[in-house]
């Protein structure tokens, strides 16, 4: 019987219904980008409000595509971690009246975990065990993985995540938010070899990350140190495209050697890359490159899976085949998850 899944971590409402062999039978997402863009960022209490407002027709409409009721489901999935606190007591608290009414167990998905999960689902074989590469708006983080709920922290951001970067850097030039997207599709004109910006810890051995000092670099070639309102900042386009297109340069050859350093290290067959920044049409094109010159298969979340969806949530299927269940007391688990 199929599964009805369950995120709203962030700002993303999303539900989808996969089948028991892990087919999308239906899916929805909302997302809310056009309400926290004023903002220049996520407003977590403007996204938890959006979340109530959203969650149930969400999870209809994924029913109805489906063409399913509750009583033809055989569990209830939801993301009750890490993410914001708001917005995971949402989707969770939806997951557990839902699991009453209908009479179905609860399960519990790891936000981050099922963002690996999108790559295995997009692959015809296993990819365990293998490196996984998560790179989102809050986490930039290295695991070995044995299987997709078997992870092993190996090192991660100390300070900004790589989306988060990407996020400051859209902020700083002007480019509305989310910023990734726009910052890409400008470097897609710029020079990446405009200005040397620093690729942080990239010399130091294991696998930890920085990019509070590119953001740094990247605010320094805008504006002189002190400027915090960069709303009248005088730059062409071109200026413009540089920058983003140096930054992004430094952001991806930090991220694809530490990976790489990893597959080597673990000696693994597979480099598994998920999170919204895995859409980067740059950090995809250098995983590749890099895949075929050092002998390992890359698997990367597929375009529509790399940003928040439900349908990654399909890892939930692995921990019902464990018999992996969560209490009906199941609380979230807020804030970033970093180091384990
Ligand atoms: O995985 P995600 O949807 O949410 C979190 O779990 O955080 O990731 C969102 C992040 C944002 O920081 C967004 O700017 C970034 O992914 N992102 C990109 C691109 N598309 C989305 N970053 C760089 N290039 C992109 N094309
Ligand atoms: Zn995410």
Redesign the pocket.
């Known amino acids: 019987m199929p599964i009805l899944t369950i995120e709203s ?2 700002d ?1 409402t999303a539900a989808a219904v996969i089948s028991d062999d892990g087919r999308v039978l239906g899916e929805c997402v909302a997302t809310q980008e056009t309400l926290h863009e004023q903002f220049g960022g996520v407003v977590p209490e403007v996204a938890a409000r959006a979340h109530v407002e959203r969650i149930l027709p969400v999870i209809d409409t994924a029913l109805r595509k489906a063409g399913l009721q509750g009583a033809d489901l055989d569990a209830i999935a939801v993301a009750d971690r890490p993410g914001l606190a708001g917005s995971l007591l949402v989707g969770v608290v939806a997951a557990k009246t839902l699991a009453v009414a209908w009479k179905k167990p609860l399960v519990a998905i790891n ?1 981050l975990h099922a ?1 690996l999960y999108a790559c295995q689902m997009a692959s015809d074989v296993s990819v365990y065990p293998c490196i996984g590469l998560v790179v ?4 930039t983080s290295l695991y070995h993985c044995t299987s997709p709920l078997d992870l092993e922290y190996l090192g991660g951001t100390i300070d900004d ?4 970067a ?2 400051k850097v ?1 902020a700083m030039l002007n480019l509305g938010f ?4 726009a ?2 599709r400008l470097a897609a004109q710029g020079d990446p070899n405009a200005h040397a910006y620093p690729r942080s810890m990239l010399k130091e051995p294991g696998y930890r990350f920085s990019f509070s000092g590119l953001k740094t670099a990247v605010h320094y070639s805008i504006a002189p140190p002190g400027v915090k309102d960069f709303s009248n900042i005088n730059l062409s386009d071109q200026a413009k495209a540089d920058i983003c297109a140096s930054f992004q340069a430094a952001v991806v050859d930090v991220l694809v050697a530490k990976s790489v350093r990893a597959v080597k290290a673990y000696e693994a067959g597979f480099l598994i890359v998920g ?3 895995a ?3 740059v ?1 995809r094109t250098g995983l590749q490159t890099a895949a075929e010159k050092n002998g390992f298969q890359l698997v990367i979340a597929p375009m529509n899976l ?3 969806n439900a349908v990654m949530g399909a890892i939930a299927l692995e921990k019902i085949r464990r018999g992996e269940f969560a209490p009906l007391d199941l609380d979230i688990t807020a804030g970033l998850q970093r180091g384990f």
């Open positions: 971590t962030c993303e936000h963002h989102s708006g809050g986490h995540a790589a989306g988060e990407f996020d859209g989310p910023g990734g997207p910052v890409s999170g919204g920044v859409a980067n049409p950090l790399c940003t928040d």
